[in-house]
């Protein structure tokens, strides 16, 4: 398979592997975090979720040049470290008191939104000085497929042994998959050129040029620059309903986490299943329709899911339809995803890479803070099936803009 080419190259294949132990110990961080979380605060657990995309809001903004003088290596290697930490202190506080608090759970999100704000614009930074440019696509779709498997395995995992193992032993697992991930980056001989460099004469460096550099690199492509003005909307859209709306719904159940660990493994099933395909194909000749393909299958999965939320079902018939409806939306992920991150690697200078990905850190982000900050309110208000419709519709009329505009002929 084509998707598998770059694991030839050792450095790659170390790296990928690295990233799979720690991308499947975050998705059983992920959904055991949002399901304790609304056990502890209620709806108002979505304000947890603002806290993390604001304080990826504030690293991109004040830390992103301090990050780009860093050394890459060592940056990763010390989100990983921090991260496992963070985990192993919280579990710590959690077994003494005999239950998670809402100081331990912000302090633990707050520290691992600060290892997620250093290691995803390293990891893109280091990826096309890695992978030559017939296999770059490849390369982002092996990246992408590790974060689609291991949202089918972390989910697995959490419904197969949520009704048998206390949520305090996933945060462990991903506390030691942080720890294996930094060992295997630690053990990397990278290029050179990976490290970081002096700014050339009378270049102005700093936290607003660089991003100012981001935001306008991207813009120049029409795809890129649709896919960053829309991807607050969309990304609040998101959180707000699998984070927040589908537990909320299911939280009452004495199995409501095994179930809801089911619903999102078959997410992830659907996004391995389209990663796949995507990532073992040469880069589309119109990435802008692939884009918008991507986003229309979410926004219908997501809709579904509202639909499916308001009928009258029992518990085991609602349980098997919101599955399959997240089946749909799952399969839309990888179709946005892989072709915005190889346009990203391909049509913007390598010095800018960082400081682009950082943009879409801050615009995405962005949109989640207002989504939660917004969503406990109304799912309070309104009930979490409500809100569940409202986020669906967003991703529909963010389609139907696309198609307005002429993206799908890009």
């Given at each position: 398979?084509?998707?598998?080419?770059?694991?030839?190259?050792?450095r790659?294949?170390?790296?990928?592997?690295?990233?799979?132990?720690?991308?499947?110990?975050?998705?059983?961080?992920?959904?055991?975090?949002?399901?304790?979380?609304?056990?502890?605060?209620?709806?108002?657990?979505?304000?947890?979720?603002?806290?993390?995309?604001?304080?990826?809001?504030?690293?991109?903004?004040?830390?992103?040049?301090?990050?780009?003088?860093?050394?890459?290596?060592?940056?990763?290697?010390?989100a990983?470290?921090?991260?496992?930490?963070?985990?192993?202190?919280?579990?710590?506080?959690?077994?003494?008191?005999?239950?998670?608090?809402?100081?331990t759970l912000?302090?633990?999100?707050?520290?691992?939104?600060?290892?997620?704000?250093?290691?995803?614009?390293?990891?893109?930074?280091?990826?096309?000085?890695?992978?030559?440019?017939?296999?770059?696509?490849?390369?982002n779709?092996?990246?992408?497929?590790?974060?689609?498997?291991?949202?089918?395995?972390?989910?697995?995992?959490?419904?197969?042994?949520?009704?048998?193992?206390?949520?305090?032993?996933?945060?462990?697992l991903?506390?030691?998959?942080?720890?294996?991930?930094?060992?295997?980056?630690?053990?990397?001989?990278?290029?050179?050129?990976?490290?970081?460099?002096?700014a050339?004469?009378?270049?102005?460096?700093?936290w607003?040029?660089?991003?100012?550099?981001?935001f306008?690199?991207?813009?120049?492509?029409?795809?890129?620059?649709?896919?960053?003005?829309?991807?607050?909307l969309?990304?609040?859209?998101?959180?707000?309903?699998?984070?927040?709306?589908?537990?909320?719904l299911?939280?009452?159940?004495?199995?409501?986490?095994?179930?809801?660990?089911?619903?999102?493994?078959?997410y992830?099933?659907?996004?391995?299943?389209?990663?796949?395909?995507?990532?073992?194909?040469?880069?589309?000749?119109?990435?802008?329709?692939?884009?918008?393909?991507g986003?229309g299958?979410?926004?219908?999965?997501?809709?579904?899911?509202?639909?499916?939320?308001?009928?009258?079902?029992?518990?085991?018939?609602?349980?098997?339809?919101?599955?399959?409806?997240?089946?749909?939306?799952?399969?839309?992920?990888?179709?946005?995803?892989?072709?915005?991150?190889?346009?990203r690697?391909?049509?913007?200078?390598?010095?800018?890479?960082?400081?682009?990905?950082?943009?879409?850190?801050?615009?995405?982000?962005?949109?989640?803070?207002v989504?939660?900050?917004?969503?406990?309110?109304?799912?309070?208000?309104?009930?979490?099936?409500?809100?569940?419709?409202?986020?669906?519709?967003?991703?529909?009329?963010?389609?139907?803009?696309?198609?307005?505009?002429?993206?799908?002929?890009?």
């Amino acid at each position: 398979m084509r998707l598998l080419l770059p694991l030839r190259d050792g450095r790659v294949a170390r790296l990928w592997s690295a990233l799979a132990l720690s991308a499947i110990g975050d998705q059983l961080y992920t959904v055991a975090m949002g399901w304790v979380a609304v056990g502890v605060f209620g709806a108002a657990a979505g304000y947890l979720s603002a806290v993390r995309a604001a304080i990826i809001l504030l690293a991109a903004f004040f830390g992103g040049s301090l990050m780009d003088r860093w050394n890459r290596q060592a940056s990763m290697v010390g989100a990983d470290l921090a991260r496992a930490a963070a985990l192993l202190l919280l579990v710590l506080a959690w077994a003494i008191m005999g239950a998670p608090t809402g100081t331990t759970l912000a302090l633990t999100v707050l520290v691992l939104a600060i290892g997620d704000s250093v290691f995803g614009p390293a990891l893109q930074t280091v990826l096309p000085l890695l992978a030559p440019r017939d296999i770059l696509p490849a390369t982002n779709g092996l990246f992408d497929a590790t974060a689609r498997v291991a949202r089918l395995l972390g989910p697995g995992l959490v419904a197969a042994l949520g009704a048998s193992l206390a949520p305090i032993h996933f945060f462990t697992l991903d506390a030691l998959s942080f720890l294996a991930s930094a060992a295997a980056v630690a053990g990397l001989r990278l290029p050179r050129t990976l490290q970081p460099s002096a700014a050339a004469p009378g270049v102005r460096t700093g936290w607003w040029p660089s991003m100012l550099a981001g935001f306008r690199e991207t813009r120049r492509h029409k795809p890129l620059g649709f896919a960053l003005d829309m991807s607050g909307l969309i990304n609040g859209a998101w959180f707000t309903l699998f984070y927040l709306a589908l537990p909320l719904l299911l939280v009452a159940r004495a199995d409501g986490l095994a179930r809801y660990g089911l619903i999102m493994a078959c997410y992830g099933i659907s996004n391995l299943l389209a990663n796949l395909i995507v990532g073992s194909r040469p880069m589309s000749p119109r990435p802008g329709r692939q884009i918008l393909c991507g986003i229309g299958f979410l926004g219908a999965g997501m809709v579904a899911i509202a639909a499916i939320a308001g009928l009258d079902l029992g518990a085991d018939a609602q349980a098997l339809a919101l599955a399959a409806a997240s089946c749909l939306a799952g399969f839309g992920g990888p179709l946005e995803d892989i072709p915005v991150a190889t346009l990203r690697q391909l049509l913007i200078p390598t010095d800018t890479i960082a400081g682009a990905t950082r943009a879409a850190q801050i615009v995405s982000n962005l949109g989640t803070l207002v989504a939660m900050l917004l969503a406990p309110a109304a799912c309070v208000a309104f009930g979490p099936v409500a809100v569940m419709w409202v986020c669906g519709l967003i991703y529909v009329g963010v389609t139907g803009y696309g198609l307005a505009i002429g993206l799908a002929r890009q």
